[in-house]
């Protein structure tokens, strides 16, 4: 399997994000990787927006939405590491 060149992805600069959306917008899938946080991201490129999911350390998943006309949206989209539930213990 050919290794790819990773994509470079910086919220504070937008002329990098605009030519994120311009070479990527056709893809069909997210993009997996790493924050520098050691946190795993999935980046979504579309022609008018990137979308970053973060899987946060501390359980939550974060949501950001950068749009092509320089609006910024954070959302937390609920916990990614809900607890699971056990058995019940019949006392």
Do not use: C
């Not at 979308?51 to 959302?75: C, F, L, P």
């Amino acid at each position: 399997m050919a290794e790819h060149e990773p994509i470079r992805f910086d919220p504070s600069d937008a002329k990098g994000m605009e030519a994120l959306m311009d070479q990527y917008s056709d893809s069909q899938s997210p993009v997996l990787g790493v924050n520098a946080l050691g946190e795993d991201v999935a980046i979504s490129i579309f022609h008018d927006k990137i979308v970053v999911m973060t899987y946060q350390s501390n359980g939550w998943a974060r949501k950001n939405v950068y749009h092509r006309d320089g609006v910024r949206e954070e959302i937390f989209d609920g916990r990614w590491d809900k607890p699971r539930m056990t058995e019940p213990r019949l006392s």
